[in-house]
């Protein structure tokens, strides 16, 4: 089970921070990622993080911009966003992958979150 947290509105250039708690798994063995999904769009790759975090990738739009992290030893995934834009606005869900490596692809991840929304106003 994936519980997501952090969402909220806050105006462009500032940052916010999203957690991922997990449960009832092997986490620490699980490649993490987050998507998002804006009203009208389909769900799409923000970042990604291996089992051991020693492997990281981001969509070209969040690049330099957002982080993503994790501590195994609290079953928790995070993603630091900073500098926030407008175009940033959506429901922001994490995924868990069987596989230790990372994926961009939706249909890589076996579990999800139920989602928090991220709303940057202008």
């Known amino acids: 089970q994936l519980q997501a947290s952090g969402g909220g509105l806050v105006q462009a250039g500032g940052s916010l921070r999203l957690s991922c708690a997990a449960s009832?798994?092997?986490?620490?063995?699980?490649?993490m990622g987050w998507f998002r999904q804006a009203p009208g769009k389909e769900r799409g790759f923000v970042a990604a993080i291996s089992w051991n975090g020693g492997s990281t990738g981001y969509a070209d739009s969040v690049k330099g911009r957002f982080t993503i992290s994790r501590d195994n030893a609290k079953n928790t995934v995070y993603l630091q966003m900073n500098s926030l834009k407008p175009e940033d606005t959506a429901v922001y869900y994490c995924?868990?992958?069987?596989?230790?490596?990372?994926?961009?692809?939706?249909?890589?991840?076996?579990?999800w979150g139920q989602g928090t929304q991220v709303t940057v106003s202008s």
């Open positions: 009832g798994g092997t986490f620490s063995s699980y490649a």
């Open positions: 995924a868990a992958r069987s596989r230790g490596s990372i994926t961009t692809a939706t249909a890589g991840y076996d579990y």
